[in-house]
């Protein structure tokens, strides 16, 4: 504030100040003189400082009265607005995201009856007076094969499909307003039920049925089991454009990355690619799948640590890699998908807290929510979700945000006087 | 824009400090010479003005004026309220916070209104004093009330913000676009420096008359009009109101996009473009949403939160808030918490043996990650429980017990590697390992390599003390 070691001097002067406030206010604004008789300064009373600005013939001793005082010169002050255009600094960057198509139509090969298309960016998310992007972010919602434990506010959605997962995909696409569904495989995990890659692939067949959104295939994160399920889903899914999720470095490690990549190849599937929130491993993993798959046929997951438990992590992450592959990083110039159904990792998600922060059937999905949205805005393309509620939302700002320009936002000065 | 533009925070070395220090190693500051004390300056950690030749030297005042020009934030900082009772909006250095670190958390105001009954007023701004959650070991908080005209009275605003202000010490913002019923109110509480909302093309120089006579912050409103907000600024610095904030306007719903490109285009213009004008604190009001009157309570709450939560993302410094409610408010302070850590800061803590209260040769043995998140939260739930107990921290390089077990970092040999390294096996007669409920399926390789006995834990450590009371000590 800079007002050092003057402070308690000026404070008493401006006592007299505040105390005449309005007044002088008045007086300054009608009269431009002021007389500062009769005032009483009562220190202990005082509170604030006054600002450096205020003229100085306010500041004169109470001694010198000011009529008697020669004419000040207090600086001219702006009596119109002046005029200061705003100029957008914009940018162009010399990288662009790949795009990315997920799905096949029957002409293409496939027998979706839509496809999704993704990335394409040549501008951060959302600098819409830059860029508008051409394909909006997309929402794929999460289907599981077998029996899982889920918060209450998630299972009462999904009750009557739990155990069918063509039903699931089915009541996904149909009334939750998912672009895609993801079939997470868990029952292939061999220290669960290890369920043969034949009956898995039986599984994938069932929702390429029952749906005719682009679909995506969950493996159960043991990497040699997840390879032997992919290849023989690759196979039964022929020319579908199914999206395998995901492919790690743990598979190079177990030496089964490049026959699963292969095997996407040439049956025309789209991979993604698994990292743990290390760019170097990211760009690593995409450069050892470079030798079997062209570039439009990886999109990234860089990790989506829930609300609470790491977000900021998965945010700046995201916000790195986009930068980064838009200032012409080659090996991150992909598309990125976020677990956004991982928010419900957190305990505030559907843990009983206390009255005063319930219901919890509005904060576990407005984490899943909030999640979300805050990695859309660090540039992910396409978000893995599970409630409907939350589904709903994202897509409708997508949808608001997409409207630029054509949007008459409404009068909202009002909010000041509004009763509610 | 036409002036060189000033060294980002990142550019700025600690010579370009030194050299505009005494030089005399007095070592006043504390620090054992005038370069370790640049280093900390250039890194935020210590304040130029603890370098006290440079302030009271009459020879060094040139120096002091040009390290104050060189450190000074993309975004100015700015105090409402006094003393304790003060919060510091903006002060941003960078526009994404990889480049160094968000400072100030945008602090949460919560509306009353002038028409309140008295009693609904003085309770509601018990609640908003009162709101706190502890999240890893830390209290959030709301910081901030913000006073409504609905009435458009004078008398009517000045009575309520005299009851607000004596109801509770937090920082004030006082809302009407009337400088008269403005002023009222500001009689009442001259003392309180609170937030003046606002300036507009109409009250312009009555606002920022009574911004200088009681030595207040302003807001600036200008509706989804750019070229009119930084018009408005340049006249208002020239008429001397030094503390602004900018309110762009906060468009719900169809208007989003509106409201986050322009929080965006001014924020990358006062961070990267040099534009002095959008150097100010940005106010956003997801109150707005109050607006659209024929949406169920419930929705109109949920739009709130959400449109809450992508301006603590995008940029805001500030929010102004209508819902009080325990689900809309607590996923927004805690992203704000996250979104507000520094990213400088390690995400992992030390590995190794932690003990808890007075454990003994009977009591439990647990494990868990190296990721501070998990560590803390498990800590936490471990003390509030009041548990004696041996906690072995792996070293998973940070990760937490879910990814860790997936990237197959956390393994039943890094674990026995543990069980070994930590020396427990000293400190226990018994051979029963509680493992994280997320590791579960590593129990059998566990058991095989370190000769313990694995329980299966609670997959969230709140489980902890039930699950200690059930089948601890080991029945077999």
């Known amino acids: 504030m800079g007002h050092g070691g003057k402070k308690e001097e000026r404070d008493e002067e401006s006592g007299a100040f505040i105390r005449l406030g309005p007044k002088i206010l008045e007086l300054l604004t009608k009269l431009g003189e002021v007389e500062l008789e009769d005032v009483e300064i009562e220190a202990e009373e005082l509170e604030i400082w006054i600002p450096t600005i205020v003229p100085q013939a306010i500041l004169a001793p109470p001694a010198a009265p000011a009529a008697a005082a020669p004419p000040k010169v207090v600086p001219e002050k702006p009596r119109e607005i002046l005029v200061a255009e705003f100029k957008p600094l914009t940018q162009t960057y010399p990288g662009r995201i790949v795009e990315v198509k997920i799905g096949a139509t029957r002409a293409e090969g496939g027998s979706r009856g839509r496809v999704v298309k993704i990335g394409g960016e040549a501008a951060p998310s959302f600098y819409l007076w830059e860029e508008i992007p051409p394909n909006p972010p997309a929402i794929s919602a999460d289907v599981f094969d077998m029996e899982v434990s889920l918060p209450r506010a998630l299972r009462v959605h999904v009750q009557e499909v739990i155990g069918d997962p063509a039903a699931w995909a089915k009541l996904a696409v149909d009334k939750f307003g998912a672009d895609m569904v993801t079939v997470h495989l868990v029952s292939t995990d061999p220290l669960i039920k290890n369920t043969p890659s034949s009956e898995a692939a039986k599984t994938i067949e069932e929702v390429l049925q029952a749906v005719d959104v682009p679909v995506i295939v969950g493996g159960c994160g043991d990497p040699k089991k997840d390879a032997e399920v992919f290849k023989r889903v690759a196979e039964v899914a022929h020319g579908e454009r199914v999206m395998l999720s995901s492919l790690t470095l743990d598979m190079a490690e177990a030496g089964v990355l490049g026959e699963v990549a292969k095997a996407a190849r040439e049956h025309g599937h789209v991979v993604l690619a698994f990292t743990a929130m290390e760019l170097n491993r990211a760009k690593e993993l995409n450069r050892r799948l470079y030798e079997y798959l062209s570039k439009d046929s990886i999109v990234m997951d860089l990790t989506t640590a829930a609300l609470g438990y790491g977000l900021e992590y998965s945010f700046t992450i995201h916000e790195r890699a986009r930068l980064a592959a838009l200032g012409g990083d080659a090996e991150l110039q992909h598309p990125t998908s976020s677990g956004s159904t991982n928010a419900w990792a957190a305990r505030e998600a559907w843990m009983k807290l206390g009255p005063e922060w319930e219901p919890r059937e509005l904060r576990g999905p407005l984490w899943e929510t909030i999640t979300a949205l805050t990695l859309l805005l660090a540039g992910v393309d396409m978000f893995m979700m599970m409630h409907p509620a939350a589904i709903h939302t994202v897509k409708e700002v997508v949808k608001n945000l997409f409207n630029w320009g054509r949007a008459k936002p409404e009068d909202i000065a009002d909010w000041v006087t509004l009763k509610v | 824009m036409g002036e060189a533009v000033k060294k980002g925070v990142r550019e700025l070395s600690p010579l370009d400090v030194y050299m505009l220090l005494p030089r005399t190693n007095c070592g006043k500051c504390g620090e054992k010479n005038c370069m370790a004390f640049a280093t900390k300056v250039v890194n935020r950690e210590a304040p ?34 006094v003393g304790e009772n003060s919060v510091k909006v903006g002060g941003k250095l960078v526009m994404y916070r990889h480049e ?11 509306d009353v209104t002038d028409e309140m009954p008295e009693n609904e007023l003085i309770e509601r701004v018990k609640r908003v004093e009162g ?37 509770t010490s937090l920082p004030l913002i006082l809302c009407t676009f009337n400088p008269d019923v403005m002023k009222a109110a500001l009689e009442a509480v001259y003392g309180r420096r609170p937030l003046i909302y606002a300036a507009t093309k109409d009250n312009w120089r009555q606002m920022a008359d009574l911004a200088l006579m009681y030595n207040c912050p302003l807001a600036v409103f200008s509706q989804g009009d750019l070229n009119l907000l930084s018009s408005l600024v340049k006249t208002l610095l020239e008429y001397g109101v030094e503390d602004l904030l900018l309110d762009p306007g906060t468009f719900p719903e169809e ?11 001014i924020r990358r213009n006062a961070c990267k473009g040099n534009d002095r004008l959008m150097g100010f604190p940005l106010i956003g009001v997801p109150m707005t949403v109050w607006l659209r009157k024929d949406a169920p309570k419930e929705v109109l709450q949920w739009k709130e939160a959400v449109l809450a939560a992508m301006l603590i993302a995008r940029y805001a410094d500030l929010l102004i808030m209508h819902s009080l409610e325990g689900w809309v408010l607590l996923p927004n302070i805690i992203l704000r918490f996250n979104i507000y850590t520094d990213p400088r800061k390690p995400v992992s803590v030390e590995p190794g043996l932690r003990v808890f209260g007075n454990p003994d040769e009977y009591s439990p043995v647990m494990f868990t990650t190296n990721y501070a998140l998990t560590y803390f939260t498990v800590e936490s739930d471990i003390k509030s429980a009041n548990i004696d107990c041996y906690l072995i921290v792996v070293d998973t390089g940070g990760i937490s017990v879910e990814s860790s077990v997936a990237g197959r970092i956390l393994t039943a040999q ?26 579960a399926r590593l129990s059998g390789e566990i058991e095989e390599l370190s000769g313990w006995r694995v329980l299966v834990g609670p997959r969230d450590s709140s489980g902890i003390p039930a699950f200690l009371k059930e089948k601890w000590p080991p029945k077999e």
């Open chain 2, 48 to 81: 130029i003005e603890i370098c006290t030749p440079l302030i009271e030297e009459e020879r060094y005042r040139s120096e002091y004026a040009k390290l104050k020009e060189i450190l000074a934030p993309a975004v100015k900082e700015v105090v409402i309220g």
């Open chain 2, 100 to 110: 160094f670190t968000y400072y100030n958390p945008t602090p949460i105001a919560i």
């Open chain 2, 131 to 167: 709101f706190t959650y502890n999240y890893i070991g830390r209290t959030l908080k709301l910081d901030i009330v913000a006073v409504r005209s609905t009435s458009n009275d004078p008398l009517k605003f000045k009575s309520a913000v005299e009851k607000v202000a004596k109801a």
């Open chain 2, 255 to 265: 208007g989003l996009s509106e409201t986050i490109i322009r929080f965006t285009m």
């Open chain 2, 414 to 439: 890094t674990v026995a590697d543990a069980i070994k390294k930590s020396g427990i096996e000293e400190k226990v007669k018994h051979r029963y390992l509680i493992i994280p409920g997320l590791a």
